[in-house]
């Protein structure tokens, strides 16, 4: 048996880590580096835990971004692990300049394995470095229709939380490849538009009052304020009704709209449709329907009627409006 610990899975001879006098020599240099290994794991998980207490505020006070100071701690946490593991190695006398892997090996681990996990990452500092989203954004994944709020951005996947309570983890090299809309960028405010189409023969200015007024008494849309800033524009905030165009069936109006909170868009359209749909009953203004008109005349022949199995001859409809009987 060997008096120093290191012999365990190399059995070498050589001294790695001396052993201690105060030990006894009876016990396996195994026990020794398995418990020494323990020791280094407990102290790196100690160690990672301190060094995220003692750095997390002042890291966020720097990086004043969730997603970058989460991905900064946990820098830290994998530095220490790694020195910890090295250390672990040593203590077993592994030698990382002794540890070789065949080209065909190493080009499968690569090319199997680690690819995709390369790929994540680049993604993942490419999302970091361009905020196209941050935690606590709500966003929408336009080729699902899926909306949610960002919970976690790591350097390989985007932890979504859905507004049905369910979540997705999507790789961040998927994320890169899609359209993603983001209702909480800069400003939190979202404007909605409903069309309404009415009848040629309603009051045109009453209708447009009653849209906006409808808008208005709903809870979570903004009935005025300062303009709201979108690129060089400037939009009212008010609800605002302006005429779209002169269709075959009637006048479309557009109700346009700004609510506070994206996540309550669909309630809050349900809400004005609602207001919208009961203000009618007592207004002068009527929803527009499809209409067609049968124009019978000298070119239009002859419309065949049947009037019951007693009758004696068909009769049909001349285009003077009398019914003749064949």
Not at 25 to 45: M, Y
Not at 66 to 73: C, F, G, I, Y
Not at 109 to 131: E, K, N, R, T, Y
Request: aromatic letters at 8%; charged letters at 25%; glycine letters at 8%.
């Amino acid at each position: 048996m060997t008096d120093t610990i290191g012999g365990w899975f190399s059995g070498r001879e050589e001294s790695v880590i001396p052993r201690p006098d105060i030990i006894p020599s009876r016990i396996p240099d195994g026990v020794l580096e398995l418990t020494a290994s323990l020791v280094v794991i407990l102290l790196a998980w100690v160690a990672a835990r301190i060094l995220v207490q003692l750095t997390s505020r002042r890291i966020a006070r720097h990086l004043e971004r969730p997603s970058l100071t989460r991905v900064t701690l946990g820098g830290i946490k994998v530095s220490v692990y790694v020195f910890a593991l090295l250390t672990i190695l040593r203590i077993n006398g592994l030698d990382l300049g002794s540890i070789a892997l065949s080209v065909t090996v190493f080009s499968a681990v690569v090319g199997v394995i680690l690819a995709p996990i390369v790929g994540s990452v680049i993604s993942g500092i490419f999302l970091l470095a361009d905020q196209p989203y941050e935690i606590g954004d709500m966003i929408e994944l336009t080729d699902e229709g899926t909306r949610g709020f960002v919970d976690d951005i790591t350097l390989r996947y985007t932890k979504v939380y859905t507004i049905n309570n369910t979540f997705l983890i999507v790789p961040n090299g998927k994320m890169r490849d899609r359209d993603v809309i983001n209702y909480s960028a800069d400003d939190t405010r979202v404007r909605m538009s409903i069309e309404v189409m009415i009848t040629y023969e309603s009051d045109l200015s009453r209708a447009r009052d009653v849209l906006e007024k409808s808008a208005r008494t709903v809870d979570g849309v903004l009935t005025g304020g300062p303009k709201i800033r979108v690129g060089e524009a400037r939009y009212t905030a008010a609800p605002e009704c302006l005429v779209g165009e002169f269709g075959d069936d009637g006048i479309l109006l557009n109700l346009r709209y700004w609510v506070q909170e994206p996540y309550r868009m669909n309630s809050i359209a349900s809400n004005v449709r609602a207001n919208i749909r009961e203000a009618f009953r007592d207004e002068p203004c009527e929803f527009a329907y499809p209409h067609s008109h049968l124009v019978f005349d000298e070119t239009s022949g002859n419309l065949q009627v049947d009037v019951g199995e007693q009758a004696e001859a068909p009769e049909h409809y001349r285009a003077d409006g009398e019914f003749s009987q064949q």
